[in-house]
Nanobody, 119 residues
Framework: VQLQASGGGLVQAGGSLRLSCASS????????MGWYRRAPGKQRELVAS???????NYADSVEGRFTISRDNAKNTVYLQMNSLKPEDTAVYYC??????????????WGQGTQVTVSS
């Protein structure tokens, strides 16, 4: 699976951005897709994820501001980010997990896309 992330950029606090993650594989065959981020000096953290059935999960810090969605026809997952804050500044990474068995799963990563929020 190859993942191509795009949509990052520079935005003022309170603004919005939409990240896209295009998959080389039909995303309806991918069990979980998500977005992670790594801010300078911090560990990578899960931002949001969405399962093949459409269940979503969000980090507390973005709940109510970010929305993850998927377009199976375009094999693309989106992260709509509203009310952005300077603390959202990070490199954002797209992630895909394919579960083979309870003990075997494959994880794929896209290249990062920089999001910078100015105060």
């Amino acid at each position: 699976v190859q993942l191509q992330a795009s949509g990052g950029g520079l935005v003022q606090a309170g603004g919005s951005l939409r990240l896209s993650c295009a998959s080389s594989r039909n995303i309806d065959s991918i069990d979980v897709m998500g977005w992670y981020r790594r801010a300078p000096g911090k560990q990578r953290e899960l931002v949001a994820s969405i399962t093949s059935s459409g269940s979503t999960n969000y980090a507390d810090s973005v709940e109510g501001r970010f929305t993850i969605s998927r377009d199976n026809a375009k094999n693309t997952v989106y992260l709509q980010m509203n009310s952005l804050k300077p603390e959202d500044t990070a490199v954002y990474y797209c992630n895909a997990v394919v579960v083979i068995t309870i003990r075997l799963q494959y994880t794929y990563w896209g290249q990062g896309t920089q999001v910078t929020v100015s105060s």
